[in-house]
């Protein structure tokens, strides 16, 4: 589907007030949710389109693909997280070109990243991505192991662990999405409990992120609605 400014202009005003209408409705302000435009399989123009709208948050699973398309960017005041899945080998180009990691689920990695974060840069934001529903090859920790991994890489330099990831499978109606999203709400809470500082909770996707805006996310990945069908 080929989509003129306007069409994206729309989607993203669209997006933009389901996410209004989902945190006013759960008594949250409406600008502690963070609207990250997830665009790979999208082209650079629609990541121009879609900034040109106001979104300044990126999301991207692949590195090869991502790479190619933030080169067109460089020296815009765009913020890149990286979504997918990761392979140690990879890890150096994210550590320089992203400002987020969502999908951590091993220490190794996480320690890698810390590593090759360019010494003037920033912090690297991390979430350690958790499995809450069990799925093959779907990435991510058990909720019993988030602990620890947390701990671990609190003590890492260079990056700085903002919170839980998660990519449930679609579930059967909004009370058991809500009800998979509530369960890394109350992880993260056990680990602000335990003397961690974190404020971020990335869930919900095109198909429930008014759920998860319900159960607390501060960051809603999006691709689907706001670009049309990949
Ligand atoms: C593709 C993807 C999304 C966006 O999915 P949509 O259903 O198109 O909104 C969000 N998060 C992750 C990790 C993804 O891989």
């Not at 409406?30 to 650079?44: G, I, N, R």
């Not at 140690?88 to 400002?99: G, L």
């Not at 996480?110 to 979430?127: G, K, T």
Request: net charge neutral.
């Amino acid at each position: 589907m080929l989509i003129s400014p306007q069409n994206s202009t729309l989607h993203v005003q669209n997006v933009r007030s389901r996410i209004r209408q989902a945190a006013v409705a759960a008594g949250r302000d409406p600008a502690a949710v963070t609207l990250v435009a997830v665009t790979k399989a999208q082209t650079a123009e629609s990541i121009r389109l879609a900034a040109t709208a106001g979104v300044t948050d990126f999301g991207e699973n692949y590195l090869q693909e991502a790479l190619a398309k933030m080169d067109q960017f460089a020296g815009q005041a765009l913020r890149w997280h990286f979504i997918g899945g990761i392979q140690s080998n990879n890890t150096r180009a994210m550590a320089e070109r992203f400002d987020w990691v969502h999908s951590i689920d091993r220490l190794n990695i996480a320690r890698r990243l810390a590593e090759q974060r360019p010494f003037h840069a920033a912090p690297l934001s991390l979430c350690i991505q958790v499995e809450l529903v069990p799925e093959p090859n779907k990435g991510g920790v058990i909720p019993s192991e988030v602990r620890q991994l947390a701990d671990a890489i609190a003590q890492l330099p260079k990056v700085r662990l903002r919170g839980l990831m998660c990519v449930p499978p679609p579930q059967a109606d909004a009370a058991a999405e809500r009800g998979v999203f509530a369960r890394l709400r109350v992880l993260l809470e056990e680990l602000n409990a335990n003397g961690h500082e974190l404020d971020t909770l990335s869930m919900g996707m095109s198909g429930d992120f008014e759920s998860a805006i319900a159960e607390g996310a501060t960051l809603v990945r999006i691709g689907t609605a706001l670009f049309g069908h990949r």
